[in-house]
């Protein structure tokens, strides 16, 4: 699929982060259960990696599994840790084959061991890749992010004087990734629901009603023309952000 012709190939994000989310009412209107609608939503990853491949966003951070998904019945998270494990499995020679390194966010210890291993061994793997950077945040929640970058400033005896912008970047488990210019969430829920609330500070925020397991390479270009249509102006004026364009 060529990128569109309504994208302008210098002004992609470098980083897009994406709640996925809507497979569980996606399934149900398919008279199916929930389950089915994450296994569905394997397609849609597939499809946004490579949307996000061919117009050269460097980094794609997918929200995958929340703190608070672990409330979820016991049976639909032991069918997400299966699916994370098998998808892993199936996927990892062709993302390392295009180039993606793999790399995740979250409170990773609680995962399944066999995720843990799958996961760890993915990363590894292709740790040297450059096309992509493909972060999956699981078993993540901001706030639990940020509880961890204090303890961990506290444990290395941090000054209040020494606290700014950049030391606390540098303790998020996102130090390794610059914050994502758009936020795309699909299923027609606005909220953040605990994804990156340091990171997404200046983020554009993307809302489509679309479900996730029909989210099209399309849908993800129209996501990037609509971001290019906006002015980001950091808090200045209008006119001085053209100014600074011409
Ligand atoms: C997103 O779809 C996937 C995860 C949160 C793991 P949901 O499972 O939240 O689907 P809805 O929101 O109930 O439709
Ligand atoms: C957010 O979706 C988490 C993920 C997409 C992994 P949820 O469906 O869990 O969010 P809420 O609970 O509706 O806000
Ligand atoms: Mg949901």
Redesign the pocket.
């Known amino acids: 699929m060529a990128i569109p012709s309504n994208i302008n190939p210098e002004k992609v994000p470098n980083h897009v982060a994406i709640?996925?989310?809507g497979n569980g009412r996606w399934a149900k209107s398919q008279g199916q259960d929930r389950i089915y609608g994450h296994l569905s939503g394997v397609r849609s990853v597939r499809e946004s990696l490579e949307a996000a491949r061919e117009l050269g966003v460097k980094y794609l951070t997918l929200?995958?599994?929340?703190t608070?998904?672990w409330n979820r019945p016991k049976e639909e998270v032991a069918a997400l840790m299966d699916l994370l494990v098998k998808t892993i499995v199936g996927e990892i020679d062709e993302l390392d084959a295009n180039g993606v390194r793999l790399e995740a966010i979250g409170d990773l210890e609680h995962l399944p061991e066999s995720c843990k291993k799958e996961l760890q061994g993915g990363i590894e793997r292709t740790k040297n890749n450059q096309e992509i950077t493909l972060i999956l945040?699981l078993s993540y929640s901001s706030r639990w992010e940020i509880i961890e970058a204090i303890k961990g400033m506290i444990n290395s005896g941090v000054k209040a004087e020494e606290v700014n912008e950049e030391l606390i970047h540098n303790y998020l488990s996102t130090h390794d990734f610059p914050d994502p210019e758009l936020m795309i969430r699909t299923s027609g829920?606005q909220?953040i629901?605990n994804?990156l609330l340091w990171q997404l500070a200046y983020s554009e925020l993307y809302f489509t009603d679309t479900f996730w397991p029909e989210f099209r390479k399309n849908d993800f270009f129209e996501a990037i023309a609509e971001f290019q249509s906006r002015e980001r102006r950091f808090g200045k004026t209008s006119e001085q952000i053209i100014l600074k364009d011409k």
């Open positions: 709640i996925m989310d929200y995958a599994f929340s608070e998904n945040a829920e909220r629901s994804f």
